[in-house]
């Protein structure tokens, strides 16, 4: 073989090679792209680990996935501290225009923020706007601090909270849910103690006016608060409540509204993506709103048809009236098939009050009980006289 020959071959064999391995490459990026595709086609298919839908006028649960499961729920943690500030405030033992100045360990606090400075001061109303629209874990860590004296006897009032609630499956270390340090452990939760959680809060008109914010004015204009809930503004009837995020707990999202005088809450922890978090609560409220509805019994002051006999009484006898509005939640199409009936006690003594309770309300769907409403006296009975009273013994 000529030196000219050999070259050739070597040449040509060198070519081949380089072909089979650009074969060999090129299989092995499809199937890893197959790997890429069949992860994202699995993710599609699981847009959350563990997801609830509640109606909290009833405490019905409409819809539940894992709801027991424990999961990081990260700012979700700020539910409670929001809770405990608004109790706090209702027992007037702190007030929203009361100052709230900023440690130097608050103003070190990262992640979402509104960038507080040590010394600054904010009145409470102006923290919590912070807190409920921004999810500023530096307001969060100021406000523990003010209502408790430190952030770790905020978490210890926390779990007490958490405790009396019934909340199971939550346990908290930190206020603010921002991701745990090294060695530290995790806060965790479940789609039913947050469910749980949102219905306490909601109570409270102020925090719902905070959580549909889509914008604020924070430090005089200087800082735009910006809602972190997208549904605000874009799902109708939206007014709430509280998103949470890191890498390990994922996105997750407790979201409330209102139509129709229905409220839903919905709860979704561990979806993928941003965007399948807000797309999934919008779908479980959106089948809530569609199939159920809350169907009026009775206004509340209005009167039942039965009597009461009234013995010793400046009055023989009187109609109970219903106590607060009487509301059952049914599906769309069951309205005709709502019963209800009257108990009512025997015959009471005056003096009576206003509001006593005289007997019950109770509202039937077949053979289910829906709910049970109390009836109670609209005036308050003074005693008659000596005579009367005796006569009412005797007969």
């Known amino acids: 073989m000529t030196k000219r020959k050999g070259?050739?071959?070597?040449?040509?064999?060198?070519?081949?090679?380089?072909?089979?391995?650009?074969?060999?490459?090129?299989?092995?990026?499809?199937?890893?792209?197959?790997?890429?595709?069949?992860?994202?086609?699995?993710?599609?298919?699981?847009?959350?680990?563990?997801?609830?839908?509640?109606?909290?006028?009833?405490?019905?649960?409409?819809f539940e996935?894992?709801?027991?499961?424990?999961?990081?729920?990260?700012?979700?943690?700020?539910?409670?501290?929001?809770?405990?500030?608004?109790?706090?405030?209702?027992?007037?033992?702190?007030s929203l225009s009361d100052p709230?100045?900023?440690?130097?360990?608050?103003?070190?606090m990262g992640g979402s923020q509104v960038y507080l400075k040590q010394g600054e001061v904010f009145s409470l109303e102006e923290m919590m706007k912070a807190i409920v629209i921004h999810s500023a874990n530096d307001a969060g860590e100021a406000v523990a601090e003010r209502i408790a004296g430190s952030a770790e006897a905020f978490v210890d009032m926390m779990n007490r909270r958490?405790?009396?609630?019934?909340?199971?499956?939550?346990?908290?270390?930190?206020?603010?849910?921002?991701?745990?340090?090294?060695?530290?452990?995790?806060?965790?939760?479940?789609?039913?103690?947050?469910?749980v959680l949102a219905r306490e809060l909601v109570k409270y008109p102020e925090?719902?006016?905070?959580?549909?914010?889509?914008?604020?004015?924070?430090?005089?204009?200087?800082?735009?608060?910006?809602?972190?809930?997208?549904?605000?503004?874009?799902?109708?009837?939206?007014?709430?409540?509280k998103t949470g995020s890191?890498?390990?707990?994922?996105?997750?999202?407790?979201?409330?509204?209102?139509?129709n005088g229905l409220r839903l809450i919905s709860v979704t922890l561990g979806s993928p993506t941003n965007k399948i978090r807000f797309s999934e609560a919008a779908r479980l409220l959106s089948m809530g709103f569609n199939n159920y509805e809350m169907y009026t019994v009775m206004?509340?002051?209005?009167?039942?048809?039965?009597?009461?006999?009234?013995?010793?009484?400046?009055?023989?006898?009187?109609?109970?009236?219903?106590?607060?509005?009487?509301?059952?939640l049914i599906g769309r199409s069951e309205a005709t098939k709502v019963k209800s009936s009257v108990q009512l006690s025997g015959p009471v003594w005056a003096p009576l009050t206003k509001g006593a309770k005289l007997g019950?309300?109770?509202?039937?769907?077949?053979?289910?009980?829906?709910?049970?409403?109390?009836?109670?006296?609209?005036q308050g009975i003074e005693r008659s006289n000596f005579v009367k009273r005796l006569w009412d013994q005797i007969f």
């Open 207 to 241: 925090i719902l006016k905070w959580a549909s914010t889509r914008k604020e004015d924070f430090r005089g204009g200087k800082f735009i608060l910006e809602n972190t809930n997208h549904l605000i503004g874009r799902f109708p009837g939206a007014d709430g409540l």
């Open 246 to 259: 890191y890498h390990e707990a994922g996105f997750n999202l407790a979201a409330t509204a209102e139509r």
């Open 360 to 378: 019950e309300l109770t509202v039937m769907l077949g053979d289910k009980s829906l709910g049970k409403f109390a009836l109670v006296s609209n």
């Open 65 to 94: 996935q894992d709801i027991h499961k424990t999961w990081p729920p990260a700012s979700l943690t700020k539910i409670m501290l929001m809770l405990l500030v608004m109790e706090k405030v209702k027992q007037k033992a702190i």
């Open 100 to 108: 709230v100045e900023v440690s130097a360990r608050a103003s070190e």
């Open 299 to 328: 206004k509340a002051g209005e009167a039942v048809a039965q009597e009461v006999s009234v013995k010793g009484g400046t009055i023989n006898a009187l109609h109970p009236v219903v106590g607060s509005l009487a509301q059952v």
């Open 7 to 62: 070259k050739g071959l070597a040449i040509i064999f060198l070519v081949m090679m380089f072909f089979v391995q650009a074969l060999i490459f090129t299989h092995t990026d499809a199937h890893a792209g197959e790997r890429r595709l069949h992860k994202a086609v699995e993710e599609s298919r699981t847009p959350y680990v563990a997801a609830i839908l509640t109606a909290p006028q009833t405490g019905q649960v409409l």
């Open 162 to 195: 958490a405790k009396e609630l019934g909340l199971k499956d939550t346990k908290y270390f930190n206020v603010h849910g921002l991701p745990p340090e090294r060695g530290q452990p995790a806060d965790v939760t479940s789609a039913y103690d947050v469910a």
